[in-house]
């Protein structure tokens, strides 16, 4: 089994950046997709992006352009960078990996002047 822990949630105005982290208990990220997915009230998870254990990306087409996600493997750690937020983005963000299933407590982010 594995643990996920994001971070870097918080309040941002309409425009701004924020980067999102996701720790791994162990070293999975190279040997799985993960994804980041994000969840308001009342409405379904949705995909925002994933990478692959070889590196390739995919981006939900809301964010192409604006989100990228990136993995440091001796960091156990993948991130998200958010860029010119709008408040549509904004939502709990969650980590997870295919490999085990494996899902994090979720991060809020806010976009709001």
């Known amino acids: 089994q594995v643990q996920l822990v994001e971070s870097g949630g918080g309040l941002v105005q309409p425009g701004g950046s924020l980067r999102l982290s996701c720790a791994a208990s162990?070293?999975?990220?190279?040997?799985?997709?993960t994804g980041w997915y994000r969840q308001t009230p009342g409405k379904q998870r949705e995909s925002v992006a994933r990478?692959?254990?070889?590196?390739?990306?995919i981006y939900a087409d809301s964010v192409k352009g604006r989100f990228s996600i990136s993995r440091d493997n001796a960091k156990n750690t993948v991130y998200l960078q958010m860029t010119s937020l709008k408040p549509e983005d904004t939502a709990v963000y969650y980590c997870?990996?295919?490999?085990?299933?494996?899902w994090g407590q979720g991060t809020q982010v806010t976009v709001s002047s």
């Open positions: 997870h990996t295919f490999l085990y299933d494996a």
């Open positions: 162990g070293s999975i990220f190279g040997l799985t997709t």
């Open positions: 990478i692959s254990s070889g590196g390739t990306t």
